[in-house]
T-cell receptor, first 113, second 115 residues
Framework: DTGVSQDPRHKITKRGQNVTFRCDPI?????LYWYRQTLGQGPEFLTY????????KSRLLSDRFSAERPKGSFSTLEIQRTEQGDSAMYLC???????????FGEGSRLTVL | AQSVTQLDSQVPVFEEAPVELRCNYS??????LFWYVQYPNQGLQLLLK??????LVKGINGFEAEFNKSQTSFHLRKPSVHISDTAEYFC?????????????FGKGTKLSVKP
């Protein structure tokens, strides 16, 4: 399967713990995006990379959130000191630059107890 | 800034009936428009997109949408639905000028097709 893959698919953690999600984009895609989706809402943009450069961050991305794409391939999204409000589905997507279609992974669901 | 309003959170319909899922957007700039579908336990999948040209856009699985600039709408239609069309549908916009893939999504419409 050459689609966007995310790991883990599900994560249950206690409040205050740190969690990290990984996203492997489609191999030739140079853009990578992170979105968050909560129950009853559409996906909300968090941040995006072109190659290894993080070009835009949403105001939703508080200081406890950090995303990296060190070699311009896979990306990680870390949430420090998790809060119950962080419970959501974290979606990763990738695309080619200047192509409008985003290809989404199946998401990583976070539950903070 | 852009925003997207999907007017119906749930749409129940019988198999083989026509369906329209409504989407209105607000933007101070020109936009690209998209419809994505999310089947249970799957990722979002692009149904169709409007970038330029003909305002009637055809997508996968027999869906189509019409861009109406004066009404700032991009409603999704299918003349005859199947059980397999049961899913959640999201309308989205992006800024045509910046074109960075930062999509603004609506809250989604759950389409439930009954036999």
């Amino acid at each position: 399967d050459t689609g966007v893959s995310q790991d883990p698919r599900h994560k249950i953690t206690k409040r205050g713990q740190n969690v990290t999600f990984r996203c492997d984009p489609i191999s030739e895609h140079n853009r990578l995006y992170w979105y968050r989706q909560t129950l009853g809402q559409g996906p909300e943009f968090l941040t995006y990379f072109q190659n290894e450069a993080q070009l835009e961050k949403s105001r939703l991305l508080s200081d406890r959130f950090s995303a990296e794409r060190p070699k311009g391939s896979f990306s990680t999204l870390e949430i420090q000191r998790t809060e119950q409000g962080d419970s959501a589905m974290y979606l990763c997507a990738s695309s080619l630059a200047h192509h409008e279609e985003l290809f989404f992974g199946e998401g990583s669901r976070l539950t903070v107890l | 800034a852009q925003s997207v309003t999907q007017l119906d959170s749930q749409v129940p319909v019988f198999e083989e009936a026509p369906v329209e899922l409504r989407c209105n957007y607000s933007s101070s700039v020109s936009v690209y428009l998209f419809w994505y579908v999310q089947y249970p336990n799957q990722g979002l999948q692009l149904l169709l997109k409007y970038l330029s040209g003909s305002t009637l856009v055809k997508g996968i699985n027999g869906f189509e949408a019409e861009f109406n600039k004066s009404q700032t709408s991009f409603h999704l239609r299918k003349p005859s639905v199947h059980i397999s069309d049961t899913a959640e549908y999201f309308c989205a916009v992006s800024d045509r000028k910046t074109s960075q893939g930062n999509l603004i999504f609506g809250k989604g419409t759950k389409l439930s097709v009954k036999p």
